[in-house]
């Protein structure tokens, strides 16, 4: 039986370009929004269909969370941001369907998206502010003598943002992928120990169709956690000093 | 045995770094260049395309939609406005026309109430009349009995004394006696 973490394995299909299934989940997710959105605005019906109306949630959805984050001048990030939502959520729900690869459980995907969204809060808060954006690492009202030791632990924070950031993401994708397969080869493994030990079988299956519905809600939630972490991070950009 | 061994060994010599990777395939190093290539070429492709054309057509159905209902409530404000001046209008009518309506009874009733007046005015001089007439028809009777009394008085003095002495009294002695009996 194949071994819980062969699931992540990157497989290259077209080597001379690097194409592996890890790039075509990337492009699969990629096509899935574009596609799915494209065809619920179809007939940009004033009064939405089924498909139309969740293609007009997830856009209320991430815009209302952009802006109770950032405030009404946060809306230029949106498609910056609705573009990081919907990939991480369709990344993570592709990769609940059996035998897809999740793109999102790879440690080098969830890291380059933080650093994507760390250096545009980077880049951005200089072009916007300038100097007055290291502001960000010196809260006002400091006393003097306690002022250097807040901004080593300002400085820290904000540095170990995009590790905890990819971090949370992939682990938790990690993680379930991983509880799941094992409880899944439990079910197989006692299946096949003997007559006796089979009739306990469906106790792991149990927790591995448990199982299946957490890592729905962990795929939605980590999606969104990781949007609203992204606003919150942008929201320094836009309003340093605060 | 041996032999097993000399595979196993084998195999590690065969790749280190692959024995590594293949125990935990999200760390394996060689396979980070590709990703994030291929990350960087699919994100730019799906930031370009949702900024460029799903998101537009999408806000703009929500957008639409809200301009829609703005403005239809602003028609519908419009025309409420429009409802209540009409009310508004259609009340001072109401009022108008009870007011003419109130006047014409007033003015009838002060007609009516005079024209019976003149009649009752009328029909009282005409009776005030009638009785004056004959009030003075009585007074004229009276008048005329009371002068045939004196007559009367002395034609039965004189018919008495006849009967008495058998001999009518001449009349300037009747006449002096009533005279007499008047004072």
């Not at chain 1, 973490?5 to 194409?19: A, D, G, L």
């Not at chain 2, 009409?86 to 006047?103: I, M, N, P």
């Not at chain 2, 007609?111 to 019976?116: F, H, Q, T």
Request: net charge neutral; aromatic share 8%; glycine share 8%.
């Amino acid at each position: 039986m194949a071994s819980p973490i062969e699931q992540f394995q990157v497989k290259p299909i077209i080597p001379v370009i690097n194409f592996t299934n890890s790039s075509l989940f990337m492009i699969g997710a990629a096509a899935v929004i574009v596609g799915g959105l494209l065809y619920a605005t179809r007939k940009k019906a004033l009064v939405p269909g089924r498909a139309q109306s969740v293609a007009e949630i997830l856009h209320d959805f991430v815009a209302n969370t952009l802006t109770d984050t950032t405030g009404r001048e946060g809306m230029k990030f949106f498609p910056f941001v609705f573009s990081l939502f919907m990939f991480v959520l369709t990344a993570n729900l592709l990769g609940m369907i059996p035998g897809f690869f999740t793109v999102t459980s790879q440690i080098v995907v969830t890291f380059a998206l933080a650093l994507l969204v760390i250096g545009t809060v980077i880049i951005y808060g200089f072009v916007a502010h300038g100097v007055h954006f290291l502001h960000l690492f010196t809260p006002s009202g400091v006393p003097g003598w306690l002022l250097p030791f807040i901004t080593v632990i300002e400085i820290i924070s904000f540095l170990s943002r995009p590790i905890s950031l990819s971090l949370r993401l992939f682990a938790n994708m990690l993680a379930g992928h991983i509880a799941l397969k094992v409880f899944g080869g439990f079910v197989v493994s006692l299946g096949t120990a003997g007559i006796g030990i089979a009739l306990l079988s469906p106790l792991p299956l149990l927790m591995a169709v448990g199982l299946t519905a957490l890592e729905f809600l962990v795929a939605a939630l980590q999606a969104y956690v990781f949007t609203v972490l992204t606003c919150i991070y942008l929201n320094d950009a836009l309003h340093p000093g605060h | 045995m041996a032999q097993a061994q000399t595979t196993q060994a084998g195999t590690e010599a065969h790749g280190g770094a692959h024995a590594a990777d293949a125990a935990f395939p999200p760390f394996a190093t060689e396979t980070f260049a590709g990703q994030i290539i291929w990350l960087a070429i699919t994100f730019a492709l799906l930031y370009t395309l949702l900024s460029k054309l799903v998101l537009p057509r999408l806000s703009g159905i929500i957008e639409n939609r809200r301009a829609l209902i703005a403005k239809d409530l602003d028609e519908a404000a419009a025309m409420k406005t429009r409802a209540e001046e009409a009310g508004v209008a259609y009340e001072k009518a109401l009022a108008e026309a009870k007011g003419r309506a109130q006047a014409l009874a007033q003015e009838t009733r002060a007609k009516l109430a005079a024209e019976s007046d003149a009649k009752r005015k009328a029909l009282e001089a005409d009776l005030n009349k009638r009785l004056a007439e004959s009030e003075a028809a009585i007074s004229a009777k009276k008048t005329e009995a009371m002068s045939h009394v004196r007559g009367i008085a002395a034609e039965t003095a004189t018919a008495i004394v006849e009967r008495l002495t058998g001999k009518a009294p001449a009349p300037q002695v009747v006449e002096a006696a009533l005279e007499q009996a008047k004072a």
